[in-house]
């Protein structure tokens, strides 16, 4: 949905209202059906992509910013309830389950006010989703160096994306950063601590011969492919080596 209230756009802008609303709904629409129920909230999930594709006129970054300012105003919580441990994707709920039907919440139902709290989410839990996408991120990185410093980089990179951010972007540039010698391709640490998984893939270079790049762009490349060219010609028709006036000077 694209809608929003006037009174939380002035509070958080009208990006964060927007998203705001839309979990709103589906913690609603969840509520109702008793769908998606964890330590006494209901809850809806996504991926920062995935609502790039619901709101097309929002970036990566300015959702990232409209979900980080619900969270920094106490407006939404969020948490960590997927099946597997390689799952990063972030759940969210209203702080306030007010607006949700009345059977949303155990206490409504009893007719008490719901507290405004966070979620019992236990810290092992939140430990454990990070070790798993950690280690997969890992194993699928083409340059395995600085493992203790790459973990605390992945760590890092989960205040400012997931773990589908981050592993989508790697596989997006996989093709780029396999084809570079091992030395020039950046530590795991650097790739992460950059925000490298929001960069656009790169193009491959041409491939090596007998070892050595066949770069274009390297210095003193396009004077040797020129001089290899008169070579070729001058064995092709030596006749112009003799200073014709059609020949080579």
């Not at 964890?38 to 991926?47: E, K, L």
């Not at 206490?107 to 405004?116: D, Y």
């Not at 070892?211 to 040797?224: F, Q």
Request: proline letters at 6%; charged letters at 25%.
């Amino acid at each position: 949905m694209h809608s929003f209230d006037p009174k939380i756009a002035e509070r958080v802008g009208v990006n964060a209202a927007v998203l705001y609303q839309n979990i709103i709904w589906w913690c609603a629409k969840n509520a109702a059906n008793r769908h998606n129920e964890h330590d006494g909230r209901f809850w809806t999930y996504n991926s920062v992509k995935a609502w790039a594709e619901l709101f097309p006129y929002l970036t990566l970054k300015q959702i990232r910013s409209a979900l980080d300012r619900l969270e920094d105003e106490g407006l939404i919580l969020s948490g960590c309830y997927n099946a597997s441990a390689y799952d990063r994707t972030k759940w969210y709920c209203p702080s306030s389950q007010a607006e949700l039907p009345s059977r949303a919440n155990e206490i409504a139902r009893k007719g008490e006010p719901i507290p405004v709290s966070k979620p019992d989410i236990k810290p092992d839990d939140k430990h454990s989703c990070a070790n798993g996408g950690f280690a997969e991120f890992w194993e699928r990185y083409p340059r395995r160096i600085g493992k203790a410093a790459a973990r605390k980089a992945y760590a890092k990179a989960l205040k400012v994306g997931t773990h589908d951010d981050i592993m989508f972007g790697l596989s997006q540039q996989m093709t780029s950063l396999t084809a570079r010698e091992a030395q020039y391709i950046p530590h795991p640490a650097t790739w992460l601590n950059q925000e490298r998984w929001n960069d656009d893939a790169e193009q491959p270079h041409n491939g090596r011969a007998n070892g050595t790049h066949a770069r274009a762009d390297r210095p003193g490349a396009g004077m040797a492919q020129a001089f290899a060219a008169v070579a070729e010609r001058l064995s092709r028709h030596p006749q112009e080596s003799d200073g014709g006036a059609d020949g080579f000077i």
